[in-house]
Nanobody, 115 residues
Framework: QVQLVESGGGLVQAGGSLRLSCAASGIILGSDVMAWYRQTPGKQRELVAIITSGGTTHYEDFVKGRFTISRDNARNTVYLQMTRLKSDDTAVYYC?????????WGQGTQVTVSA
C-alpha cells in the first residue's frame, strides 16, 4: 500500500523559511517524477514544483526563485525548501507524482505565513 507522509509545516512570519518533507512507503520513488502541490480552502489543488528522477526541476512562477524541490532516493523522500515566504503561500502542502498525481493523497502539512 502506497503511503505519502508530509511533514515540516508550521507557522512562520513573512520572509521566513520552512523545509517540508515527503516520506514514501510502499513504493520506490527513484523512478518517479514527483511534485509538491498546495491547496487553500475553496480553491483547487495547484502544482508548486516538479522534480524528475534525474533531478531536473520545474517551478511555477509564483514560487520560482524562492522554493527549491529536491529528492533523496536513498531515503525515499522528497523535500521542498521554502524561503522568503509570503502570506499567499499559506496552504496545505502535499506531495504526489508529478504530471498525473495518481498516488493516494496524504494528509498534507499546513503552512501558515503571518504578515
Amino acid at each position: 500500500q502506497v503511503q505519502l507522509v508530509e511533514s515540516g509545516g508550521g507557522l512562520v512570519q513573512a520572509g521566513g523559511s520552512l523545509r517540508l518533507s515527503c516520506a514514501a512507503s510502499g513504493i520506490i520513488l527513484g523512478s518517479d517524477v514527483m511534485a509538491w502541490y498546495r491547496q487553500t480552502p475553496g480553491k483547487q489543488r495547484e502544482l508548486v514544483a516538479i522534480i524528475t528522477s534525474g533531478g531536473t526541476t520545474h517551478y511555477e512562477d509564483f514560487v520560482k526563485g524562492r522554493f527549491t524541490i529536491s529528492r533523496d532516493n536513498a531515503r525515499n523522500t522528497v523535500y521542498l525548501q521554502m524561503t522568503r515566504l509570503k502570506s499567499d503561500d499559506t496552504a496545505v502542502y502535499y506531495c504526489n507524482k508529478g504530471l498525473v498525481p495518481s498516488y493516494q493523497w496524504g494528509q498534507g502539512t499546513q503552512v501558515t505565513v503571518s504578515a
